[in-house]
Every structure is written in C-alpha cells, then in structure tokens.
T-cell receptor
Framework: TQLLEQSPQFLSIQEGENLTVYCNSS?????LQWYRQEPGEGPVLLVT?????EVKKLKRLTFQFGDARKDSSLHITAAQPGDTGLYLC??????????????FGKGTHLIIQP | DAGITQSPRHKVTETGTPVTLRCHQT?????MYWYRQDPGHGLRLIHY???????DKGEVSDGYSVSRSKTEDFLLTLESATSSQTSVYFC???????????FGQGTRLTVV
C-alpha cells in the first residue's frame, strides 16, 4: 500500500508570511496532484505535476515535484486569508489509469490570520 | 464548477436502516467515484465505476454497494447503516486516461 505523509498537519500563520507544506512517500508516483478544500465543500484540483523536478506556479503558489517523483512541496508566498483551507496531495500509481489509482494524503490544515 | 450534484447534502439516519446517496453529473465523464472522508484517515475510495453497469470495489467497500444504470447517475447504498459509517461522502468524476478527479460538494451522513 502506498502512503503519502503530509506535513505539517496544522499551520497557522499571519497574513503576508511565506509557508511551505510537504508531501512525502517512499513510493514512486507517475504524477502528483494538489487539491484545496474549504469547509463544507469538496476538494478542488489546483495542479498536477508529472515530471521529476517539475515546478509549476499558480499566482502566489509554487508546486514542485521531487526529482525521484516520491515527494512534492507547495510554497505560498505572501499568504492571504483566502488561502485558508485544507490542502491535500494525491499520488497516481500508474500512467493512463483513472482516479481509482490515487492515494491521498491526510492533508494540511492551513489558517491565515488577518 | 464541474457539474456534479450530490443529494442529499445532509442526512441523519438510524442504525440498521438502508440509505442511498445520489450523485448526478452533467459533464458526460465516463468515470465516477465514491469516497469517504474521516478525520485522521483522509479520503478513502469506496467504489468506482468505469461506465454504465461497470463498477468495482475500492479500499473500504465493506457495507456499501453501488449502481450505475445511466452515465450521469451513480448511487451509493449503505445496506444497513452502522455508526462507523458516519462520515462525509464525496462523489467525484474523471475521464479515461486521466487521474484528475473533480469532486461534488459532499453529503454529511450521521448514523445514530
């Protein structure tokens, strides 16, 4: 069974600060996704990274896939209260499969204080 | 918005009763999934479907059954609800050859 460990579990910081959350595994994934989930809502896909070492930017969010495709990080610059939410990473175990091949981490609860 | 509707959004039921949750999509995606989300466990796959009348078990399928008689509808049934099935249930959709999942808003089920 593949496992994805996310850290930290909880993070509360002030508006304007920078932060990084991590998603680590001992398994290799064909791709990795990051989702954000707000209270009472379903997860929303932010990004998919596929190539080892790949970096993708989404406004103030920077996503990186590890060279060995076993880990990923999400860096937020100048955090804003609107970034508050549960951030989930999910790894895919095969190319061309469906989402039934996804393994989800337990998430990082992020709170940005105004 | 991926055009996924879950119903009901909230339900309280008694132990031992059958419960059916519905997922309806307007995106014509081939794949549909049912997950449950619990504190300390994250999202876990219950059942999934690759097409009409084509379903398979996920990681935590015991006590659940599914049916898909139309592309747009995927039903999750708890045959005899237990307190351990108190959870938030999410439906998701996806496409062939793509691991990305698009989630509904969830159903909060409480079994008392």
């Amino acid at each position: 069974t593949q496992l994805l460990e996310q850290s930290p579990q909880f993070l509360s910081i002030q508006e304007g600060e920078n932060l990084t959350v991590y998603c680590n595994s001992s398994s290799v994934f064909s791709s990795l996704q990051w989702y954000r989930q707000e209270p009472g809502e379903g997860p929303v896909l932010l990004v998919t990274v596929v190539t080892g070492g790949e970096v993708k930017k989404l406004k103030r969010l920077t996503f990186q896939f590890g060279d060995a495709r076993k880990d990923s990080s999400l860096h937020i610059t100048a955090a804003q209260p609107g970034d508050t939410g549960l951030y989930l990473c999910a790894g895919a175990d095969q190319v061309g499969g469906g989402a039934d091949g996804l393994t989800f981490g337990k998430g990082t609860h992020l709170i940005i204080q105004p | 918005d991926a055009g996924i509707t879950q119903s009901p959004r909230h339900k309280v039921t008694e132990t031992g009763t059958p419960v059916t949750l519905r997922c309806h999509q307007t995106e014509n995606h081939r794949y549909m999934y049912w997950y449950r989300q619990d504190p300390g466990h994250g999202l876990r796959l219950i059942h999934y479907s690759y097409g009409v009348k084509d379903t398979d078990k996920g990681e935590v399928s015991d006590g659940y059954s599914v049916s898909r008689s139309k592309t747009e509808d995927f039903l999750l049934t708890l045959e005899s609800a237990t307190s351990s099935q108190t959870s938030v249930y999410f439906c998701a959709i996806g496409n062939l050859g793509n691991t990305e999942a698009f989630f509904g808003q969830g159903t909060r089920l409480t079994v008392v």
